[in-house]
């Protein structure tokens, strides 16, 4: 799902959204599903989460971060809706200082700063001129032709050109916060035996489909997302193809931890650690799902109504809403899902929304839809992040 909490919840359950039940942010994951934080603590594995944002501490299978966030809270030197990546990075580095090298640990990470890419505050302001220039014409016509990204809807070619740089800007600070922390673990001789898994809870148009941000549709830009493993001494820089999706993250926690064994039953998610090594491998997954989070009442009123879901293969994908029908895409000629083949290849989509159909029957309970109330400082929260 293009939706922070809830997808986040998908890598550490394995399941989808709609079986779950967290669909919402400030929504919590029941303690009923297996996860990865639960799972690894009963093998002995201390799991810790350091989160950007309130709606994530404690609430998406991790407790609460060990330090305080800080967040809008006067008595703090932190200010803002969110923790920049600096700030989560001293967290994670300030707890790591009384462990060793023995200790088993599972961390998450979790940088923000992308998702606000058209802010200006809490970025260092080094890294914002580090990209102002950076945006040659011939790289921005490259871009667009790429990307599929209209001028018009920036107006000018100098704004797409600030929003692009902004983006990037807060990409490398990020990667240098990542690096930081890498070369702790090294100093605190913790680096040897940790492997990395970095990756992302959902993508962002930038004006792709005439939309900036995420989570109204299910085009590509929201839903394909970096996955990159990295362990000192692993063989650099081979690249797999195959279909994997954020579900199959938890199978892959527990096998790296050794506890395959442990893995529930009945989730959708496959271990990734056959992947890991080069050479052929039988894959089982062939198709990946996403949903949109539901339409709220006067936040998003000008959404299109009722559910929308994709379906998709290597190949080919479609998007269905229960209110307006579906569109098919061949994402091999039409990667940019531009043009609409759902009248020109009728067998393809019959096929698709069948197997869609027979994937929402594997449901492990049918939970009602849950009505939580937002008091005021957690609806002004998510105005402040943009999602109000």
Same mark, same amino acid.
Do not use: C
């Given at each position: 799902?293009?939706?922070?909490?809830?997808?986040?919840?998908?890598?550490?359950?394995? =399941?989808?959204?709609?079986?779950?039940?967290?669909?919402?942010?400030?929504?919590?994951?029941?303690?009923?599903?297996?996860?990865?934080?639960?799972?690894?603590?009963?093998?002995?594995?201390?799991?810790?989460?350091?989160?950007?944002?309130?709606?994530?501490?404690?609430?998406?299978?991790?407790?609460?971060?060990?330090?305080?966030?800080?967040?809008?809270?006067?008595?703090?030197?932190?200010?803002?809706?969110? =923790?920049?990546?600096?700030?989560?990075?001293?967290?994670? =580095?300030?707890?790591?200082?009384? !462990?060793?090298?023995?200790?088993?640990?599972?961390?998450?990470?979790?940088?923000?700063?992308?998702?606000?890419?058209?802010?200006?505050?809490?970025?260092?302001?080094?890294?914002?001129?580090?990209?102002?220039?950076?945006?040659?014409?011939? =790289?921005?016509?490259?871009?667009?032709?790429?990307?599929?990204?209209?001028?018009?809807?920036?107006?000018?070619?100098?704004?797409?050109?600030?929003?692009?740089?902004?983006?990037?800007?807060?990409?490398?600070?990020?990667?240098?916060?990542?690096?930081?922390?890498?070369?702790?673990?090294?100093?605190?001789?913790?680096?040897?035996?940790?492997?990395?898994?970095?990756?992302?809870?959902?993508?962002?148009?930038?004006?792709?489909?005439?939309?900036?941000?995420?989570?109204?549709?299910?085009?590509?830009?929201?839903?394909?997302?970096?996955?990159?493993?990295?362990? !000192?001494?692993?063989?650099?820089?081979?690249?797999?193809?195959?279909?994997?999706?954020?579900?199959?993250?938890?199978?892959?926690?527990?096998?790296?931890?050794?506890?395959?064994?442990?893995?529930?039953?009945?989730?959708?998610?496959?271990?990734?650690?056959?992947?890991?090594?080069?050479?052929?491998?039988?894959?089982?997954?062939?198709?990946?799902?996403?949903?949109?989070?539901?339409?709220?009442?006067?936040?998003?009123?000008?959404?299109?109504?009722?559910?929308?879901?994709?379906?998709?293969? !290597?190949?080919?994908?479609?998007?269905?809403?229960?209110?307006?029908?579906?569109?098919?895409?061949? +994402?091999?000629?039409?990667?940019?899902?531009?043009?609409?083949?759902?009248?020109?290849?009728?067998?393809?989509?019959?096929?698709?929304?069948?197997?869609?159909?027979?994937? +929402?029957?594997?449901?492990?309970?049918?939970?009602?839809?849950? !009505?939580?109330?937002?008091?005021?400082?957690?609806?002004?929260? +998510?105005?402040?992040?943009?999602?109000?």
């Amino acid at each position: 799902m293009p939706h922070t909490a809830p997808s986040h919840a998908s890598m550490f359950t394995g =399941l989808y959204p709609f079986q779950h039940g967290l669909r919402r942010n400030h929504e919590k994951l029941s303690p009923e599903f297996p996860n990865a934080y639960s799972v690894l603590k009963k093998a002995g594995v201390e799991g810790v989460a350091f989160p950007s944002v309130r709606f994530l501490d404690g609430k998406v299978a991790f407790p609460q971060s060990p330090l305080p966030l800080g967040i809008h809270d006067p008595k703090s030197a932190v200010r803002g809706w969110y =923790l920049n990546a600096r700030e989560v990075t001293d967290n994670a =580095l300030s707890w790591l200082d009384d !462990k060793s090298p023995d200790d088993s640990l599972f961390i998450w990470l979790h940088y923000y700063d992308v998702h606000q890419w058209n802010m200006a505050d809490k970025t260092p302001p080094r890294y914002v001129e580090m990209m102002r220039d950076s945006m040659s014409p011939e =790289l921005l016509e490259y871009v667009q032709s790429v990307n599929g990204v209209e001028v018009s809807y920036f107006h000018t070619q100098e704004a797409l050109a600030n929003a692009i740089n902004n983006y990037d800007a807060r990409l490398r600070f990020v990667d240098d916060e990542i690096k930081r922390f890498q070369e702790a673990l090294e100093a605190r001789s913790l680096g040897d035996e940790t492997v990395w898994i970095v990756t992302s809870d959902h993508g962002e148009g930038l004006g792709d489909h005439g939309y900036a941000g995420h989570g109204q549709f299910l085009y590509e830009e929201q839903l394909r997302v970096p996955l990159i493993f990295w362990k !000192k001494g692993w063989r650099k820089g081979f690249v797999r193809t195959e279909l994997v999706r954020l579900v199959d993250l938890f199978p892959t926690f527990l096998e790296l931890f050794g506890h395959a064994s442990e893995t529930p039953t009945g989730i959708e998610g496959r271990s990734l650690v056959a992947l890991l090594e080069e050479g052929d491998v039988s894959w089982p997954v062939d198709a990946s799902f996403a949903e949109r989070r539901p339409r709220d009442g006067k936040p998003r009123a000008w959404w299109t109504k009722g559910e929308l879901r994709s379906f998709q293969t !290597k190949r080919w994908k479609i998007i269905e809403s229960t209110e307006t029908g579906v569109q098919l895409f061949d +994402l091999q000629e039409d990667p940019l899902e531009l043009s609409d083949r759902s009248t020109s290849a009728p067998s393809a989509l019959a096929k698709y929304r069948r197997q869609l159909r027979e994937l +929402l029957e594997r449901r492990p309970s049918d939970p009602e839809e849950k !009505k939580i109330e937002l008091d005021e400082s957690q609806l002004e929260e +998510l105005r402040q992040l943009g999602y109000l």
